[in-house]
């Protein structure tokens, strides 16, 4: 009768045990601290600066003596009379893969109604988009369908590969495939403020 006694003892120390476990268990549930939402991952994005217009300079900076200055690293576009800043904004230049182009330029083209020639839609006969974000140089078109380019407002022309500076999407960080993005109204004051010929710095 011993080993009954005994197995029947381990039987009762293993249930008691269990127990133990589950009221330690339940009573650090109650004091652990109560966990805090993650954040959403728009908290992460970084958020620029708004931009900076010089009344002071409005008068006097002019197409013929306006030059731009684009800084990559900053996430800014400056455009300057003489030493002094005229118009500072925040910018979306190119990202990894697809980088804006650094050095010296000029003013190429002017249009303020530009569309891309590489990147947009793919639309039906009736105008309705099939395919959005396309690259004609790896998409092609799906049967009945037609190319639409991206629309680049107020584009002002940089290289001949098709960099420019234009309206665009600006999230707070290098996103674009190469073009120095813009915010809407202040794109229409730069290309106010130069001409085919202005020239235009680029830096990391």
């Known amino acids: 009768m011993e080993p009954a006694t005994l197995s029947k003892d381990m039987r009762i120390a293993k249930g008691a045990a269990v127990i133990i476990a589950l009221v330690a268990v339940l009573l650090g549930a109650a004091t652990a601290p109560a966990q805090l939402p993650m954040p959403k991952a728009n908290k992460f994005l970084q958020k620029q600066e708004p931009p900076k217009v010089s009344k002071e ?74 395919r959005d974000g396309v690259s004609l140089h790896i998409d092609a078109a799906p049967a009945g369908t037609h190319y639409v380019g991206a629309p680049m407002k107020w584009f002002m022309r940089l290289t001949d590969q098709g960099v420019g500076m234009h309206v665009g999407i600006l999230p707070g960080y290098a996103a674009s495939h190469g073009c120095v993005r ?23």
Do not use: C, W
């Open 57 to 130: 300079l409005e008068a006097l900076i002019s197409p013929n003596n306006s030059r731009v200055l684009v800084s990559l690293s900053k996430q800014r576009a400056y455009v300057m009379f003489d030493d002094q800043v005229y118009i500072d904004t925040p910018i979306s230049s190119g990202k990894a893969g697809h980088s804006t182009p650094t050095g010296d330029f000029h003013v190429l083209e002017k249009d303020p109604n530009h569309s891309s020639s590489i990147y947009g839609q793919f639309q039906d006969g009736r105008g309705r988009v099939v």
């Open 182 to 204: 813009l915010p809407s109204d202040i794109a229409k004051l730069i290309y106010d403020k130069v001409k085919v010929g202005t020239p235009v710095t680029i830096e990391q």
